[in-house]
């Protein structure tokens, strides 16, 4: 069971834009529904943003409005726009699926906005 690689993290100041790719497979991308997750230090991780296979999408009130969730199952690829980027956006983004498989946790990409 592979685990899934993102990238595109970085330093950017606020107001900023940044876009997140996560790399899987493509039977995985297509058995599950599929999100983005954060991670400050001291808390717990939580969801950002979810697609289903369908393509419905749902985001977590704080970023709603700001970030947009997209997925290409040709490409194997989730990725997560992140738009008026503020400090309280830095942390540690992962994918997952939803809800998420322990064993498919990657490293995660860091994602710093400056005031």
């Known amino acids: 069971q592979a685990q899934l690689v993102e990238s595109g993290g970085g330093l950017v100041q606020a107001g900023g834009s940044l876009t997140l790719s996560c790399a899987a497979s493509?039977?995985?991308?297509?058995?599950?529904?599929m999100a983005w997750y954060r991670q400050v230090p001291g808390k717990q991780r939580s969801l950002v943003a979810s697609?289903?296979?369908?393509?419905?999408?749902t985001y977590a009130h704080s970023v709603k409005g700001r970030f947009t969730i997209s997925r290409d199952t040709g490409k194997a690829s989730v990725y997560l726009q992140m738009n008026s980027l503020t400090p309280e956006d830095t942390a540690v983004y992962y994918c997952?699926?939803?809800?998420?498989?322990?064993?498919?946790w990657g490293q995660g990409t860091q994602v710093t906005v400056s005031s």
């Open positions: 493509r039977d995985f991308m297509a058995r599950y529904n």
């Open positions: 997952n699926a939803n809800p998420p498989q322990s064993v498919r």
């Open positions: 697609i289903s296979t369908r393509g419905i999408t």
